[in-house]
T-cell receptor, first 113, second 114 residues
Framework: DTGVSQDPRHKITKRGQNVTFRCDPI?????LYWYRQTLGQGPEFLTY????????KSRLLSDRFSAERPKGSFSTLEIQRTEQGDSAMYLC???????????FGAGTRLSVL | DQQVKQNSPSLSVQEGRISILNCDYT??????FLWYKKYPAEGPTFLIS?????DKNEDGRFTVFLNKSAKHLSLHIVPSQPGDSAVYFC?????????????FGIGTKLQVIP
């Protein structure tokens, strides 16, 4: 399977704990995106990488959120001091060059208790 | 500010009939439009797209129509099949900050009744 892979698929944590999610994009894709989706909403943009450079961050991405893509391949999204409002599906997508189509992973569902 | 609007949260259609999903947008800078399909517990899957220079794109049972003057697009599925039951997201993109930034609608849940 050469699609976008996300790990873990589900994460349950207690409020105040830190969590980290991983995304492995399609291998030749140089662009990587993180989105958040809550119930009844569409995916909301969080951040974008071109290769290893983080080029845009949404204002949705508070200081507790940080994302990295150290070698321009996989990416991690860390949430520090989680809050119940962080409970959502976190989606990763990738694309290549100027192609308009983004390909999504299955997502990581976060539940903050 | 919802730049991409899907005003019908759900739609039920009989198997074999046509499904029409609608989408409106407000940002005139959008130049590329996409439809994604999402099953429960899966990520969105790309379905079909259309550039702003076209008014129709067809792929098998799926056709997307774009009316730029009305800032409206629609997805037609004909004939509808039970396996088409899913949430359909309309998305629009504009070149911003060096890449095509995509904005999604809230989705329309389609149920195809056998």
């Amino acid at each position: 399977d050469t699609g976008v892979s996300q790990d873990p698929r589900h994460k349950i944590t207690k409020r105040g704990q830190n969590v980290t999610f991983r995304c492995d994009p399609i291998s030749e894709h140089n662009r990587l995106y993180w989105y958040r989706q809550t119930l009844g909403q569409g995916p909301e943009f969080l951040t974008y990488f071109q290769n290893e450079a983080q080029l845009e961050k949404s204002r949705l991405l508070s200081d507790r959120f940080s994302a990295e893509r150290p070698k321009g391949s996989f990416s991690t999204l860390e949430i520090q001091r989680t809050e119940q409002g962080d409970s959502a599906m976190y989606l990763c997508a990738s694309s290549f060059g100027r192609e308009n189509i983004q390909y999504f992973g299955a997502g990581t569902r976060l539940s903050v208790l | 500010d919802q730049q991409v609007k899907q005003n019908s949260p759900s739609l039920s259609v009989q198997e074999g009939r046509i499904s029409i999903l609608n989408c409106d947008y407000t940002n005139s800078m959008f130049d590329y439009f996409l439809w994604y399909k999402k099953y429960p517990a899966e990520g969105p899957t790309f379905l079909i797209s259309i550039s702003s220079i076209k008014d129709k794109n067809e792929d098998g049972r799926f056709t997307v129509f774009l009316n730029k003057s009305a800032k409206h697009l629609s997805l037609h599925i004909v004939p509808s099949q039970p396996g088409d039951s899913a949430v359909y997201f309309c998305a629009a993109s504009a070149y911003s900050g060096g890449y095509q930034k995509v904005t999604f609608g809230i989705g329309t849940k389609l149920q195809v009744i056998p």
